[in-house]
């Protein structure tokens, strides 16, 4: 799991925009608990970054995507 997306969740869950139904707190003490292993954000991807193209403008959205291409992962998403 990206860190780009708990950071995404924290945002929308500081402006009300997303209802868990669980704290924050919890949320990363079950990532923590079910050894979910966090990706950070390294320059390797925000130079992949640098070079996507610009199809939107959700920053969250397109450092994921950065990562998955350098880190040969697959994006799932629902939205």
């Known amino acids: 799991m990206s860190a780009v997306s ?20 919890d949320l990363f003490e079950f990532v923590d608990q079910n050894q979910i292993e966090i990706i950070p954000i390294n320059f390797e991807h925000l130079l ?7 199809h939107h403008n959700n920053p969250f959205d397109r450092l994921i995507i950065a990562q998955a291409i350098s880190e040969n992962l697959v994006v799932i998403t629902r939205d």
Do not use: A, F, R
């Not at 992949?48 to 610009?54: A, G, K, M, R, Y």
């Open 6 to 25: 708990l950071w995404e969740v924290t945002i929308k869950l500081q402006n009300s925009k997303l209802d868990l139904g669980i704290s924050l707190k």
């Open 48 to 54: 992949q970054l640098s070079n996507l193209p610009v």
